[in-house]
């Protein structure tokens, strides 16, 4: 009733005041990038640490406790989270990055009950945050735990650690095509225990780190995004293999990694980039390129369009690659001329491949100029595959899939962004204090 014996005037007054509060409600942002000497960063941890991690720990657990507390185990959480939707108001997830103390008994230092996941984030020019597929790098998480016995980090737990870290940490997402804010989540078994066997206690942890771009590149609008990246060489390593059927190989478990080592040292020392593991059992099928996935491409010959090969996930060698599923996802259903093939690879055919390159977090897509397989027969002898173009630049197939995976991260084509809008989680900042 009051508001009719208001006069038109005093209407279109309060319209407008009322426009005005909300115009001047700033919409919150994230934290501007530091000023830091961004080009200068390389994928390590550039000396610096970040202000702040996620921290976490069950304890008392049984065999199908979780870390949110719906498998229904006598596990307690030392940060109250016990269920996701309704999580307590008051729980210490974010804390000052720290050391973790462990007893030297610990089952992940005498036992390596651990595992890990990489996982980026980016800044876009409208200085929104994204991280690229971490729901994946979840269910991959846990389906890891469950085979060396860790209590399971449900999806929603673990993406929920990852977005509160970047947003806590948002300043250190360097700028636009500057690099990316690396993720590191570990959860590994941090009770003190003598026998052989499961921890009964267990830390989830998630920290992170600024890097700079694997690759040095030319700007997008050139459509040759790799042009100036030299192809790197591989050499098929005799000797050591990565992982063997009913291992661990296709988990991201902490034992994979340093096993590895003594071979990538030896492979550097003799002048190549990389080492390309075969399978334990015959030598001559192709696994993973370091701790890579590996593709190659081979043309139809006379006819249009060709076929890109990977090995397949089906024995348990080979780790589910998040950009790996990515790259097959984009061929089906992007490149039509192109067939897609997940299947086992014999050092033999790479003569027939014109292009080979390796996939990861870490490098995203990486062009290989040669591959070197030693001879199991005469030492000393060796056959090379040649997969170099024009100017030591990838090939067109390795750039066209390099450069759609670039655009759904970076937000740079709208129709691709769209399509696979499941693929980004954007972040929300943190409210203005």
Same mark, same amino acid.
């Given at each position: 009733m009051y508001l009719r014996r208001l006069s038109l005037a005093?209407?279109?007054?309060?319209?407008?005041?009322?426009l005005s509060v909300n115009a001047a409600a700033p919409t919150?942002?994230?934290?501007?990038?530091? +000023?830091?000497?961004?080009?200068?960063?390389?994928?390590?941890?550039?000396?610096?640490? /970040?202000?702040?991690?996620?921290?976490?720990? $069950? !304890?008392? %657990?049984? %065999?199908?406790?979780?870390?949110?507390?719906?498998?229904?185990?006598?596990?307690?959480?030392?940060?109250?989270?016990?269920?996701?939707?309704?999580?307590?108001?008051?729980?210490?997830?974010?804390? =000052?990055?720290?050391? $973790?103390?462990?007893e030297p008994s610990s089952t992940i230092l005498n036992y390596g009950q651990g595992l890990f996941e990489g996982i980026k984030a980016f800044r876009r020019p409208n200085n929104e945050i994204v991280i690229f597929r971490p729901s994946k790098n979840a269910e991959r998480c846990r389906r890891g735990c469950a085979r060396i016995l860790i209590p399971p980090i449900p999806d929603a737990t673990f993406v929920e650690a990852c977005s509160e870290v970047v947003r806590y940490n948002a300043e250190f997402v360097p700028p636009t095509g500057k690099g990316? *804010?690396?993720?590191?989540?570990?959860?590994?078994?941090?009770?003190?225990?003598?026998?052989?066997?499961?921890?009964?206690?267990?830390?989830?942890?998630?920290?992170? %780190?600024?890097?700079?771009?694997?690759?040095? /590149?030319?700007s997008n609008a050139t459509g040759t995004l790799l042009s100036s990246v030299s192809p790197i060489?591989?050499?098929?390593?005799?000797?050591?293999?990565?992982?063997?059927?009913?291992?661990?190989?296709?988990?991201?478990?902490v034992g994979n990694y340093a096993p590895v080592f003594k071979c990538q040292s030896e492979t550097k020392e003799k002048g190549f980039n990389e080492a390309l593991f075969v399978d334990a059992k015959e030598g001559q099928w192709i696994e993973e390129a370091g701790a890579s996935n590996f593709f190659v491409y081979i043309p139809h010959g006379d006819r249009p369009g060709g076929t890109l090969? !990977?090995?397949?996930? +089906?024995?348990?060698?080979?780790?589910?690659?998040?950009?790996?599923?990515?790259? *097959? !996802?984009?061929?089906?259903?992007?490149?039509p001329d192109i067939t897609v093939e997940e299947r086992p690879i014999n050092l033999n055919?790479?003569?027939?491949?014109?292009?080979?390159?390796?996939?990861?977090?870490?490098?995203?897509?990486?062009?290989?100029?040669? $591959?070197?397989? =030693?001879? /199991?027969? /005469?030492?000393?002898?060796?056959?090379?595959? +040649?997969?170099?173009?024009?100017?030591?630049?990838a090939g067109d197939v390795t750039e066209k899939l390099y450069k759609m995976l670039h655009d759904i991260m970076w937000g740079e084509d709208k129709k691709l962004e769209k399509k696979y809008a499941d693929w980004i989680l954007v972040v929300p900042p943190l409210p203005k204090a």
């Open positions: 005093s209407l279109i007054f309060l319209a407008a005041l009322s919150p942002t994230h934290a501007e990038p530091k +000023n830091l000497d961004w080009s200068s960063f390389g994928f390590s941890l550039n000396n610096l640490k /970040t202000p702040y991690m996620y921290l976490d720990q $069950i !304890t008392g %657990s049984s %065999s199908h406790a979780t870390f949110d507390g719906s498998g229904g185990g006598s596990g307690s959480l030392k940060s109250g989270w016990h269920n996701t939707k309704n999580p307590p108001l008051a729980r210490t997830l974010i804390t =000052p990055h720290k050391a $973790i103390e462990l990316a *804010l690396y993720l590191r989540p570990i959860v590994f078994g941090s009770a003190p225990k003598l026998g052989v066997a499961p921890s009964d206690e267990y830390t989830f942890c998630v920290w992170c %780190s600024p890097v700079g771009n694997y690759f040095k /590149t030319e060489t591989l050499l098929v390593s005799r000797g050591y293999t990565r992982s063997c059927i009913g291992g661990v190989g296709g988990v991201k478990a090969v !990977t090995p397949p996930l +089906n024995n348990g060698t080979i780790l589910a690659g998040v950009t790996r599923d990515s790259i *097959l !996802t984009l061929a089906r259903a992007e490149l055919e790479l003569g027939k491949a014109t292009e080979a390159f390796c996939c990861g977090t870490g490098a995203s897509i990486t062009p290989v100029g040669d $591959i070197h397989v =030693p001879s /199991t027969e /005469t030492e000393g002898e060796e056959t090379i595959y +040649n997969f170099w173009k024009g100017e030591r630049r």
